[in-house]
């Protein structure tokens, strides 16, 4: 393509600088691009499934000319969420991935926070036959932080912690004041599983948009694959970092540092 330029550099001067400055920047160009290219084909891959299953249901109804039964409007109902959930999720990761994430950053009480989280997926996990706790040795613990996208970050590790673990199984969030190195003071927040575990070959791209460690499995569980994505960059927003330590069939730790009073 018209990118695929790369002028040999034939001498030191201040000449071969410039060439050598024009190489680099086509390369990132280059990068750039393919960057945007593979996004657009992901994307078109994971619209295609929920739009063809409400066009053949469509479709369906209209060749029978019937009533549309009120569970085949469920499900259709059901898909478009699924969509809108997807685009919303794009919308923000595209903002996050380009650094043009707003943070809305107020003084917050961490411990308060995570608890009433917890409070709010507890049913789920109970439906779900999980055990469901939180532990906090100290309180409050103070962070400078945007409280919806922080709460994402947990609603997000704690909905897969819950799907990826089996009935019987427990979900524990622990939290802890830290101090990492001599000028950062950070809070670890641990989501804590028993469940599937992730194998220690996946993990490097566990982070990426639209990874699955198995594909089939993880779309009939409603993901859009952009939970992860999402968690990181947010956390990343906030100068923190996540890091993941699992087993297979042991379960998966999630450990959320943030760093404390600051955004
Ligand atoms: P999804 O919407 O598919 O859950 P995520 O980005 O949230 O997408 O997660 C990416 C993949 O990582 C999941 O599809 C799943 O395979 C794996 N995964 C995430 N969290 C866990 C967990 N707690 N235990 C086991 N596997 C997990």
């Known amino acids: 393509g018209d990118l695929d330029v790369n002028v040999p550099v034939q001498s030191k001067d201040e000449y071969g600088k410039v ?8 390369l990132r160009l280059r990068e750039a691009e393919d ?4 996004l657009v084909a992901d994307v078109a891959h994971e619209l295609r499934t929920p739009l063809s299953i409400m066009q053949l249901k ?12 009120p569970e085949m ?18 919308h923000v990761l595209s903002l ?5 994430l707003s943070l809305d950053c107020k003084l917050l009480d961490l411990s308060a926070r995570l608890e009433r989280i917890v409070d709010d997926v507890k049913m789920e996990a109970e439906e779900n036959g999980l055990e469901l706790r939180f532990y906090s040795n100290t309180r409050p ?19 897969n912690a819950i799907r990826y673990t089996p009935e019987g199984g427990k979900i524990s969030v622990l939290m802890e004041e830290k101090v990492l190195d001599r000028n950062a003071a950070y809070t670890c927040i641990s989501v804590i599983d028993t469940g599937i575990g992730i194998p220690s070959e996946e ?5 990426d948009r639209f990874y699955r460690v198995e594909k089939a499995r993880s779309r009939n569980t409603g993901g859009t ?22 087993e297979s069939e042991q379960g998966t730790t999630f450990n959320v540092y943030l760093p404390l009073g600051k955004c």
């Open 35 to 38: 960057a945007r290219r593979r």
């Open 203 to 207: 993990l490097g791209y566990l982070f």
């Open 225 to 246: 694959g952009l939970g992860l994505s999402i968690a990181h960059h947010f956390v990343r927003a906030h100068g923190g970092f996540i890091h993941v330590v699992s």
């Open 58 to 69: 469509l479709e369906n109804v209209q060749q029978t000319g019937q009533d549309v039964p």
């Open 141 to 159: 613990i103070m962070v400078m932080a945007d409280v919806r996208r922080i709460t994402q970050v947990f609603i997000n590790l704690l909905t």
């Open 96 to 100: 996050a991935e380009a650094g043009r």
């Open 73 to 90: 409007l469920l499900r259709l109902h059901d898909e478009v969420i699924r969509l809108s959930l997807l685009v919303e999720d794009l």
């Open 19 to 26: 060439i050598q400055t024009f190489n680099d920047m086509t």
